[in-house]
């Protein structure tokens, strides 16, 4: 039984308190540390001209575009910018690798056709184990590609596979503090990078 499990009730005021109670503690969980370095990771590929690939599968699939769109297009700078893709938005892509090589090949394959030694690749799971993204950060170790693991639970295969990385400390199954956190981490690093860049910081 997880902490949400354990904190139901049927009484959904009381329920909400509790859910937005647990999610306080888990966000205050996080080690700020790991954020900070992630942030100068990003400022590195930014300031040598590399590629950061995000990848995740379901409501991670769906903050890895949102990551994209906040670091590339949300920061605001044209002249020196942050180069940031989802591989999880081309849906025909993803189809025709899923159908024709199998879905734990859909995001390797694209980064064995995008990426380059110097790049970076974000892996958005709160389980840490999907086959599809322990793939390709098998394939980006092995080829120079900079590995960030931004997980939850227990962090899975992802946290031990990866450079570096944030890890959420929710329970088990706990999908909806976990996405919730990772969608939090979202935010906070793009307002930061926004304003650093506003402010004229050089990468």
């Known amino acids: 039984m997880n902490n949400i499990d354990r904190f139901f009730s049927p009484d959904p005021a009381a329920f909400a308190d509790a859910y937005i109670h647990y999610l306080q503690s888990v966000l205050k969980g996080i080690e700020v540390k790991e954020i900070a370095r992630f942030i100068e990771t990003l400022l590195d590929a930014r300031g040598r001209g590399a590629t950061v690939f995000f990848v995740g599968n379901g409501g991670s699939a769906a903050t890895a ?5 906040d670091l590339a297009f949300g920061t605001n700078d044209y002249e020196k910018p942050f ?3 989802s591989l999880t938005d081309n849906v025909p892509v993803l189809t025709a690798l899923g159908n024709d090589f199998g879905y734990e090949e859909i995001f390797v394959r694209q980064l064995r056709v995008l990426g380059r030694p110097g790049d970076v690749l974000v892996g958005i799971s709160a389980s840490g ?3 599809n993204l322990t793939r390709a950060f098998d394939y980006a170790n092995s080829a120079g590609i900079k590995t960030v693991a931004i997980t939850a639970f227990d962090g899975g295969k992802m946290r031990t596979m990866a450079s570096e990385g944030i890890h ?3 329970g088990p199954k706990e999908y909806g503090p976990a996405e919730d956190a990772h969608m939090v981490l979202d935010h906070l690093v793009g307002a930061y990078l926004m304003r650093y860049v506003k402010a004229g910081g050089k990468p």
């Open 168 to 170: 959420v400390p929710t």
């Open 65 to 69: 575009s949102h990551f994209a769109n």
């Open 83 to 85: 180069r940031v893709i």
């Open 129 to 131: 184990n999907s086959p």
